[in-house]
């Protein structure tokens, strides 16, 4: 029955751990058409096409992270990472072009990468 609810509903959740007393949730969903009223918008169809993602991992040293991914219909990515502890976003943004440089390598186009903290967590 779970095959069947990811074909009616196109979205994923698993919970697991990295490495032992490090979890990772992951959620993948279809994207969500905005303008329901007009799906015939390039804009609703570009939405409708896409995917998104969210990652909440825990890891030794950088705390808890949330990684939000949207995978637009044109195959490029926006990623935000959003840290809780205040400390670590400093840290993830001197060295975000690393990552960047990484995901540029392997062919992923990126429409926008962004490191910012989360004042409410």
Known sequence: TQQLQVLESPQL???GELWPGHTLEWQIKQGVDPQKDDPNTALAQAEKDGWESHLKLTLPQLGTLNV?????AQQAFSIRMVPEQ?????LLQH????????LTAAGCILQSFKVEHDVGA
């Open 13 to 15: 959740a698993w919970r």
């Open 68 to 72: 939000f991914i949207k995978l637009d």
């Open 86 to 90: 205040a400390d670590t976003a400093p």
């Open 95 to 102: 060295n975000q072009h690393q990552l960047i440089e990484q």
